[in-house]
């Protein structure tokens, strides 16, 4: 997982103020990955940021508001990488699409990245606030892929561009586990990043607005039932 980038609260103006507050969302991000969402109390968060917790209330009321300026931090780390991936024009777009791609497959091997996603995951089920962050997390990364994609491929539409960056986001994300820290396949995360640079690139590369929409597809099941 990428370094914590928390927004400037009202409350922690000071150098002091911004200190603690990176002290308590490290310490929540802490809690979530090694103890699951049901301990991420302001108690729990409070001990582990060696405070009490009505120091940790001065900063943050309730969980909720802990919670979301936790997965704000963590998106601004990634938005941070991300934009300098997408931005290095010393690389082609087509090796910009295989940094990316290399980038979050890598992460997924963190014992931050794995702990922390699946439990989000798991938490947006059934809290409609965690389903929407999450959803924001996963907007920030598939519109890079979507940047990236529509310099390697102008010709086709914006829409395109954005399936195309849904399918590699969807599928990189899958990996987590099986080769995440400490998952049973671990070990192939490096065979699987080759892979996915491979395919992931030859896909963008290769295809057309036709076979998205599954004209082609359909025109060939056609061809073949006639010919039958």
Request: charge should be neutral; proline fraction near 2%.
């Amino acid at each position: 997982m990428r370094k914590l980038r928390p927004q400037r609260r009202d409350n922690s103006s000071s150098a002091r103020g911004q200190q603690a507050v990176v002290e308590i969302l490290s310490a929540a991000r802490d809690v979530l990955v090694e103890e699951g969402y049901p301990r991420l109390t302001m108690r729990n968060v409070a001990e582990r940021a060696n405070m009490t917790v009505g120091n940790l209330s001065y900063y943050y009321a309730n969980k909720q508001d802990l919670l979301h300026d936790l997965l704000e931090a963590v998106i601004q780390g990634y938005v941070a990488d991300f934009d300098r991936i997408a931005a290095n024009t010393e690389r082609s777009p087509e090796e910009r699409l295989e940094d990316m791609i290399r980038f979050l497959i890598g992460d997924l091997a963190t014992k931050e990245t794995t702990g922390f996603f699946p439990a989000l995951w798991a938490l947006a089920n059934h809290d409609e606030f965690a389903a929407k962050e999450m959803s924001s997390v996963y907007e920030v990364e598939r519109g890079v892929f979507a940047r990236v994609i529509s310099v390697l491929r102008p010709d086709l539409s914006k829409k395109d561009h954005d399936l195309l960056a849904l399918f590699i986001s969807a599928s990189i994300e899958g990996q987590t586990m099986f080769i995440g820290h400490k998952r049973e396949k671990a070990a192939a995360g490096e065979a699987i990043a080759n892979i996915a640079a491979v395919s992931f690139t030859q896909l963008v590369k290769g295809i057309d607005a036709a076979a998205i929409r599954g004209l082609k597809i359909a025109s060939k099941a056609g061809g073949k039932k006639l010919a039958s």
